[in-house]
């Protein structure tokens, strides 16, 4: 029998006063533990829709992308004293007995230390779950069971403007298509937009595509004036074609410019002796989401050549995110877990940073129309607040 939402909502009322909310730390460890006290009994696959509220089209790599997920598999963890977390899995988890094998007969103290994340990679399929379950179970939100008072609020951007000027492809929508996709996400409270650019690369003869990702970024910070933009090239530049880019979009402030070509030291330096030689000082340089190339990218951020990094916040790993956080913050690297894909995912790294600060923004992916209840996690006035109940604060749809 499946657990519907409520009897989630019934544990953590049952329970919020044993639960003793302030965490002390080495407390995890101690036998007395919460999490020791509680083992997983039962492990279950379903499937939730968070769609998006339109179709996305093309990027420089990808034909159209869809309507967003209307099946997502996410895993629920369930503990024998009626405990339950959840969250989107990673990787290749096979049946749920097989992932019942692993975790079977251990405590939730053994799977995950709240202090530092999951004991074992072993786990990483369930990074997620077990950091909802631990959250759920310490009557905690995910930002503050890692120890932040107050979570850190950042600006979010949406990452949603991709080439839906070329489509439908027998008559294509033109320019006020993106316009009209962005007036959406303004009216939805957004004032970051994360523009798509690369046309030139594939859907595009190459000076034509370079001249309609000009024309689109221009036309954006014509209309939308008080919008940061972010471009996102998706590796399909080389540096001589951003710079293209770049001149232009002469009169166009960048908030940051990610992905233009895969990482390699030569090319970010030029593209940064650039961006700094040409009033672009500020401007972000964010990479290391398509295949990161992991000694390339230290080695551009030592000098800041690249100053935010990208990972996803499920394929690279929330708790392998947050054992990198102390050094990075230290180094002044900024972080910003990619998202896209789910809403879910959004509000992961908005957990995430609310606990460790030192994101310049982090990205959007809206949802409308699902099943998934995301409670207080929202966006207020341009940024995005995670919310304050226990785990991630999301919750699975009741059972009808
Ligand atoms: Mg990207």
Request: net charge neutral; no cysteine.
């Given at each position: 029998m499946i657990q519907p939402t409520m009897d989630r909502r019934t544990f953590l009322s049952r329970t919020a006063i044993a639960a003793a909310a302030t965490i002390q730390p080495g407390f995890a460890h101690a036998d007395d533990s919460p999490l020791a006290q509680h083992c997983i009994d039962r492990v279950e696959f379903r499937t939730v829709s968070v769609p998006w509220p339109r179709q996305v089209g093309r990027n420089s790599r990808g034909g159209i992308h869809g309507q967003g997920p209307k099946k997502l598999r996410v895993c629920v963890l369930h503990t024998n004293k009626g405990a339950t977390g959840w969250g989107q899995t990673q990787g290749k988890t096979g049946k749920p007995e097989q992932l019942l094998e692993l975790v079977k007969g251990k405590s939730v103290a053994d799977l995950i230390d709240w202090a530092t994340g999951i004991r074992s990679e072993k786990y990483h399929a369930v990074d997620i779950p077990l950091h909802d379950l631990a959250g759920v179970i310490l009557d905690q939100p995910v930002w503050a069971m890692t120890?932040?008072?107050?979570p850190h609020l950042t600006r979010v951007y949406s990452g949603m403007i991709y080439f839906d000027d070329l489509d439908p492809a027998d008559n294509p929508a033109g320019t006020d298509k993106v316009l009209e996709n962005c007036s959406w996400d303004y009216d939805y409270g957004y004032r970051q937009f994360k523009v798509k650019i690369g046309r030139g690369n594939r859907w595009m003869p190459a000076k034509a595509g370079l001249q309609r990702d000009i024309e689109v970024v221009n036309a954006i910070h014509k209309a939308f004036p008080d919008v940061d933009i972010l471009v996102d090239g998706n590796n399909g530049f080389t540096v001589d074609t951003m710079i293209g880019f770049l001149k232009g979009i002469a009169n166009v402030p960048l908030f940051w410019i990610e992905e233009p070509f895969h990482e390699t030291v030569a090319d970010w330096t030029r593209l940064r002796d650039y961006l700094v030689a040409n009033g672009r000082k500020e401007t972000l340089r964010a990479d290391g989401e398509a295949k990161p190339d992991f000694p390339v990218l230290e080695e551009l951020q030592k000098d800041h050549t690249l100053n935010v990094r990208l990972e996803d916040i499920c394929g690279h790993g929330f708790s392998k995110w947050r054992a990198r956080m102390r050094r990075l913050t230290k180094q002044g690297i900024g972080v910003s877990p990619h998202t896209w894909g789910t809403a879910l995912k959004t509000v992961y790294t908005a957990h995430f940073v609310g606990a460790y600060g030192n994101a310049p923004t982090i990205e959007g992916v809206t949802t409308m129309g699902g099943d998934v209840d995301f409670g207080e996690n929202r966006i207020v006035e341009a940024q995005f607040h995670p919310s304050s109940d226990a785990g991630f604060g999301l919750s699975l749809p009741a059972l009808s």
């Open positions: 120890g932040a008072k107050e």
